[in-house]
Each structure stands twice: as C-alpha cells, then as structure tokens.
C-alpha cells in the first residue's frame, strides 16, 4: 500500500481547478499506471494525489474517501489456456463493486481486459472459447454488470491499447498470455537487476518490446483513466461548438460549387468522407445535448438556395441548418460573430469550441479568444478530437440531453416575445407557463438530474454536483416547465438533507431557460414549506439554505431572499415560517407534497 506522486509534486496553478484523491486497486497493470496519474493531472490543472494498493484492501477505501476508486487487474481466473470459465472473474467484479459500494458513494471506474496480442491457439483458437473471445465476452459482461450499479463506469482499456497497438506493449510476446502486465516495465525492472532465473540481458527484452517507450503502456492507462475522471467532474466542459462552413463541412465554397457536395462526385470518393465524418461527429454531440452554431462569411439568402444534397448521399449523416440553434452568415468579422452567438446563448467563451479551415480565422480566434477551444488546423484529426476529448464526453444521453436543441430554440423564442411584450407582467401572462413541482421518489430521474447539476453554472447556489450515488440519500426536488413555446422538461433541481429539526438546502439549480418569470423564488418557496411540512414533528423546525460564491453564480446571489429566507448574523440563509407562494400566471401542479 503506497501513497503514490511521480518524482517532485508537479507544478500547479496558484488556485487549481479541482483537487481530488484517488485510489486504485489492483494488480501490476493497475498499479504501475496509478504513479502516472498525479503528473498527467496536473497539464489539466487538477491537483491529484493517489494511493494505490492491492484489490482486497478495501480498508484503504474506507480510509482516504477517495473522489474517484480506479479497478482493474482482479484475479485472473478464466483467462488461462484452457480455461473456460467465464462467469468466476465477473463473480468477482460484482463482489469487489458490491462491497466497494458499502463503502464509498465516489465514482468507480472498473478497467477491463486487454485481449491477448499473441493467442495461444493461433488460428485455430476459433469461437467463444478461443483465447482473444473469452476475453471479448468477459469485457462485455463487464460492462453490461456495470450499468447495475450507480456511477460504475467501464474503462475500456482494450480499446485504448487496440489503438496504439499492443505489441511491446502487452507481455504476452514473452509469458502466459493471462499475465497482461507491461513488456517495458519489466525492461526496466531487467534494467536494475537480472532478471531471476535467465541469462538474457535487457537489450533482448527491449527488442521484444519493438522499441516502445519505457512506461508507455502506464502512461496509456493512467491518461485514459485521467479521460474519464475529467469527463465525470466536468472539467473543461464545452457545451457549444461553432463551425465555419465553407471548406470546412464541405469542399470548396458553397457560392461558387452550387452544392454542399457536387452530383457527379461518387458517393464512396473520400472527401465525401472526411466532410460527412466530421458532420457525423456534430449530429454526436447535439445528441449529447451539446450545442451547434454556424458562422460563415457568405450570404445567407445563397447558403439557404444551396444547402441541398444530391440523392446519393440520402441516409448519410448530413448536417442541415436545422440542426444549428443559431448562426451568423454574414460578412462580419468571426470573431465578433462568435461573441454573438455567446451573448445569445448565454454560453461564456471557456465553454465554445471553434471549428474553421481558415489558418488566419483560427489565429484570430485564439489571439482575441483564448479561453475557446480552437479546431481545425488538421483536418483529418477534427472529428476523433470531438468524439473522444473529455471536454465532449457525458456519462449517459439523457431525453433532456438530445432536445436540448429545440429547449434553447424555445427560450431564443421566448426572449423575442419578452422584448416584444408592452411590459414584463404582459409577457408573463401571455406565456401560458405549466410547471409540476415534485418531491422525486423515482430512481430513474437520477441520471437527468445529476446531469442538469453538473451541466449548470449560473442560476446555482453552491455549484455542486454530486454523483448520483450521493444523490440517493438526500431528498430530491425538482421542477419541470412547459409553456407556448416549447415543454422544457427537466427545468430546476433543489438537493435537500433533512433532519429532525434541521433541514438543509445543499444545492439549487435552475435552468437558465426558464428565468424571467419568477419560477425560481417560487420553486425554493415551495420546496422550502414542504420540508418544513415533513420536519413539523420537531418543535421548531427550521430550513438553512447554503450559499457558496463560484465565478459564474452571480445571477443566483438574491435567489433565497426573493423566496422569504432571512440572513442571519452568522451569514447562514434560514427559514422557518413561509407564506404560500402565489404565481396567478403560472399553472401549478404538486406531487407528493405536503
């Protein structure tokens, strides 16, 4: 067991971006990445220390109250040549998780099997119980026994290693292919002592290992286990990519070649493909509920005639410009247009991702924009960056997630009625607004719920987002709305910690699609008087409402005055009596409440 940082504590921002504690468990290809996790990190701004020890230990869980619990590497059993026996090594996933769950509500990412580089059997190891399959089935019971339990997540480390290739990297060349530690870890092991038993010098062995890099294998792992970490906390998260269009989601100019994609180019001719891939990749992340924006230096009257596709490419993923919930086709300068696009959405610049093939857009973007990702200077690398950066990354697609399109459309529409209306309780009234209240009791709102925390960061009174295993022990409250425009769904959250005479209000979070009709103070109003309902046995039941300043949360600052919470001198927002909060223009339904 070993507290684990790679050579001097890696150098860090004055105030990093997150700081967590990690354990891992397991075994040599476990452990040896674990060392590399601290230093990776730390490029991201994130102060991480690490513990690592063996899978059993699950005392040292119980000790650090790890932010994230890495698996891998349990004992191999099935794995051997001749053995069959599949069902023993998930057994023992599911005890390891089952009882890791007693233990820690924190995130688990549970590593998978590399599948063998050389197969026992050669070609004819065929079947399900060839070696390489046995593992294959194994990895995909592993991730069907992961979606079980809550906030397991499935590393999937043979893909990661199938990608930059397993030879020299996985030991099978040399020893019993269950082993699967790192071909180069033992060279540097060989390196410091001879190896027992053997006269073979180091220069052997590193041939075997095909000149791959001295702890690549743990510095694969460790940056995929890091992919994963970042994704779940959020870290660096975009929630907008802007696209140019011209030479950029189609050759050439639009204007001059008439069509997006020209009739007489066959369909299989690969620029069709490099275009369509990086179209397929955006159509992916709006289904994740990441939105998509155009700007172009064109004229918008001529995109609108032309963006046609010819008949072969009909069932390809084509993007239309539908599919944007906003755009700028104009002559204007991008940047500018990006600031645009920003303002509208209320979408700050360290959350847009640019895509252009421009050299001297991109430039100025970065020079005038530098908190925006900026894409674009390889082409043929664009569409595996979207799909796999952790910034792009979302544990589940969720309903809300795949309309949040046409929800942010809604809201556009619903701000031109607000600016068009004689005065604000005119506007108010015309919305037709329907909202449910609810006390939530069921568990598969968990997901959409832990999403709409993690996702807002403006209309949120502590900025928290906890996983949805930490969910499960609070009291949930949440709002959906709905009103001529569009249903917006999920809409607010209120995470609560009840007590016998102390209830406490650890997080609010409204959706920034539904402010400006009072919906808010309301909801606060209404959830604080429910738990004050459910605390009446106590002979002063009292609500607190917590309060912690992030750099974004500023328009939350009033939320707990505005729903008749009172500041006391201990700078604690508390309630105990309420009046029932009245909303004549808004249509209310309460369930399971008090």
Known sequence: RVRMRVGPAPALPAEPRDRWTVVYLGLCLVLPSADVLAALAATEGCDVTVYASLAPDLDLVTERAPDFVVVGDLPRVGLGYRDDRIPPYIDAARTLLTELRRRTSAPILLRNLPGPSTPVGGMADRGKQGAINRVRLINVALAELALTFSDVHVVDIDHTLSVAGKRGLVDDAVVVSHHLASLTWIADRAAREPLPGTAHDVGALLAAASGRAPLELEHLLAAEDLRYMLALRGVGRRKLVVVDLDDTLWPGVLAETGAPFPPALAVDLYPHFLY?????????????????????????????????????????????????????????????????????????PSAIAFIDDSARERENVRSRLPEVMVLGDNPFAVRAHLLTDPAFQVPSVTAEASRRTELVRGKLARDRARDAAPDAAAFAASLDMRVVFRREVDEGALPRIAELLQRTTQLTTTGEAPAAAVLRTRTL??????????????????????????????????????????????FVATVARDVLHRCGAASAPRVEGRWRATARNLPARNLYASAGFVLGEDGRWMASTLDPPTAPHITVTRENLR
Not at 487 to 493: E, I, K, M, S, T
Request: glycine share 8%; proline share 2%; aromatic share 8%.
């Open 276 to 348: 369509l891939g990086l179209h397929e990749a955006l159509l992916a992340l709006r289904d994740r509920g990441i939105l998509l924006a155009c700007v172009s230096k064109n004229d918008e009257a001529v995109v609108r005639e032309l963006w046609r596709y010819p008949e072969g490419l009909r069932g390809q993923p084509a993007l239309t410009l539908d599919d944007f919930v906003t755009y700028r086709i104009n002559w204007d300068d991008k940047v500018e247009n990006v600031l645009a696009i920003a303002a509208e959405l209320e979408v700050a």
């Open 477 to 522: 409250y949440t709002l959906t709305a709905a009103d001529r425009f569009t249903d917006y769904g999920l809409a607010g959250v209120c995470v609560v910690e009840e007590g016998t005479d102390l209830a406490v209000i650890h997080q609010v979070a409204i959706s920034c699609r539904i402010l400006g009709v009072g919906l808010e103070s309301f």
